[in-house]
T-cell receptor, first 109, second 115 residues
Framework: GEDVEQSLFLSVREGDSSVINCTYT??????LYWYKQEPGAGLQLLTY?????DMKQDQRLTVLLNKKDKHLSLRIADTQTGDSAIYFC?????????FGAGTTVTVRA | ETGVTQSPTHLIKTRGQQVTLRCSSQ?????VSWYQQALGQGPQFIFQ???????GRGNFPPRFSGLQFPNYSSELNVNALELDDSALYLC??????????????FGPGTRLTVT
């Protein structure tokens, strides 16, 4: 199975960059995903990266993958108050997604 | 395009009772996965249905069961409810069984409270 670990909390000033980190144990994960969850809501798929890629950029989001260290990160540029949420990384192995416990991002003015 | 919908939004049940949760998949999607999210935790995979057949299962006891219908909507049934079953139950739909990008789109969830 997949164990995924994330830092639990991140506080960032509005306009700064946020970096959320994740480590995973299953090297056979084919895709790695980042999801966002706002209070009382389901999960919103933000972005993903295929396991043979090192980096992917999607507007304000940059995903970095270090497959050797099994480390995944999500950078949010120009963080806004609307970015306050819980962020989950997830690894896909065959049919299932394995999620970390989530990183709560708080954006302060 | 209609997104993933779930019903009911909230539910309160008593220990020992049975519950049925429902999910309508996104238009064009033939695969539904169910997840349990306990408070303060990430979602845990329960099982997946692909073209009306169970396609995989996580570490959940048999009292968690499901169905998928010809229109690809799905039900999650939980028998003999326990206090630890209190959680947010999320349904996710996607296109295809295994292989490929496999983007899963989540519904808003059903909040189940067992007293």
């Amino acid at each position: 199975g997949e164990d995924v670990e994330q830092s639990l909390f991140l506080s960032v000033r509005e306009g700064d960059s946020s970096v959320i980190n994740c480590t995973y144990t299953d090297s056979s994960s084919t895709y790695l995903y980042w999801y966002k969850q706002e209070p009382g809501a389901g999960l919103q798929l933000l972005t993903y990266i295929f396991s043979n890629m090192d980096m992917k950029q999607d507007q304000r989001l940059t995903v970095l993958l270090n497959k050797k260290d099994k480390h995944l990160s999500l950078r949010i540029a120009d963080t806004q108050t609307g970015d306050s949420a819980i962020y989950f990384c997830a690894g896909r192995n065959d049919y299932k997604l394995s999620f970390g416990a989530g990183t709560t991002v708080t954006v302060r003015a | 395009e209609t997104g993933v919908t779930q019903s009911p939004t909230h539910l309160i049940k008593t220990r020992g009772q049975q519950v049925t949760l429902r999910c309508s998949s996104q238009s064009g999607h033939n695969t539904v996965s169910w997840y349990q999210q306990a408070l303060g935790q990430g979602p845990q995979f329960i099982f997946q249905y692909y073209r009306e057949e169970e396609n995989g299962r996580g570490n959940f006891p048999p009292r968690f069961s499901g169905l998928q219908f010809p229109n690809y909507s799905s039900e999650l049934n939980v028998n003999a409810l326990e206090l630890d079953d209190s959680a947010l139950y999320l349904c996710a739909s996607s296109l295809g069984g295994t292989g490929g990008l496999y983007e899963q789109y989540f519904g808003p969830g059903t909040r189940l409270t067992v007293t």
